[in-house]
């Protein structure tokens, strides 16, 4: 805890600094302000004192003084309130500032402990039936379920690899798209077949129109299918339905991930597709994950004119529902 304290110290420090700033600035220019209206009153009195009232002008000359008394106030006053203004403008932007770069770097940091678990996990499990492997003599059926557990272990870092990779060339616009005319409920097939044997026992609902075709890039679709389906699959109970859709209506074609887990709040349902971004506390969550997935899934649905939408699904649960339009072959 006390290191956790520490790596969020600075942010907090900066916050304080800016107030104590903030502070001194305002009360040097109300201090000036003091002072140079001080000084414009001792000049004014001043300049009276050398009037002599045998003068014929005294009474326009002492309108004058007073007059130009009252414009150095009132202009002492304007740019007062103008450097007010702008030093606040400054501060609440400097605050905004501050406080979203404290929001990335405990997302980065979140994720640098997610990726580290993510990475480690398949790393130790397949290294612990090759040692088993290696050590043991096994018969063909144990043998055969160690190398199904590890090659699921090694495509589970593949995916989590590619989606990294993805994800760095889609943010710095090196990745190159490749469109082509792609049959979306092969991929939507293929995807959930893997999922199905991959969770053997856990129920699935998959209900698919057959041959919708689209015009897309095949590594982003099959990402894209594959990280709804994952996310369903983490967050919702081992024994629960997974129920996938894939239809036509009219030249549109949805496709729906249904799950009965715990759901999404309404207040986190608008936060879930940023980078990084993880219902809940790093330090208390179950589940696995980088907070990458829904990310792609958002950012791959608008560069193929795409809509990704989350909703509630009644009595408990999420459903995630891509809207896309079909082409004719």
């Known amino acids: 805890m006390s290191f956790k304290l520490n790596k969020y110290a600075w942010g907090n420090r900066a916050i304080v600094i800016c107030w104590l700033l903030l502070i001194y600035v305002l009360a040097a220019l109300i201090w000036w302000y003091i002072a140079l209206n001080l000084q414009n009153n001792q000049m004014s009195a001043y300049r ?20 130009d008394r009252h414009r150095l106030a009132t202009a002492y006053k304007s740019e007062g309130l103008a450097f007010i203004l702008v030093i606040l403008a400054g501060a609440v932007f400097l605050r905004s500032a501050v406080m979203r770069q404290i929001g990335i770097q405990r997302q980065q940091q979140n994720f640098m402990m997610a990726i580290t678990h993510e990475l480690k996990t398949p790393i130790s499990i397949t290294r612990l039936n090759m040692e088993t492997l290696l050590k043991h003599s096994l018969d063909d059926s144990k043998k055969e379920k160690i190398l199904k557990s590890s090659l699921q272990e090694i495509n589970r870092l593949n995916t989590l690899t590619g989606n990294i990779l993805v994800s760095a060339q889609l943010e710095g616009g090196s990745y190159l ?11 939507v097939s293929d995807s959930s077949q893997d999922f199905v044997n991959r969770f053997p026992n856990r129920p699935w609902n998959i209900t698919m129109e057959p041959d919708l075709f689209i015009s897309g890039d095949p590594l982003l679709m099959q990402i894209l299918v594959n990280n709804l389906i994952d996310n369903a699959v983490k967050y919702s109970p081992p024994g629960s339905p997974i129920t ?19 759901g999404i709040p309404k207040k986190e349902q608008k936060r879930i597709f940023q980078k990084f971004y993880r219902v809940g506390n790093e330090d208390t969550r179950i589940a696995q994950g980088t907070g990458l997935g829904l990310y792609l899934g958002r950012k791959i ?9 989350v909703s509630d699904n009644k009595p408990k649960g999420t459903i995630f529902t891509v809207h896309f339009n079909l082409i004719q072959v």
């Open 48 to 67: 009276i004192e050398l009037l002599t009232h045998d003068d014929p002008e005294y009474i326009s000359k002492l309108e004058k003084i007073n007059s």
């Open 177 to 187: 798209f490749n469109k082509e005319e792609i049959n979306f409920s092969q991929i």
């Open 244 to 262: 996938i859709h894939l239809k036509k209506e009219g030249d549109q074609g949805i496709l729906e991930l249904i799950d009965e887990g715990a």
């Open 301 to 309: 649905t608008r560069d193929h004119k795409m809509r990704l939408q």
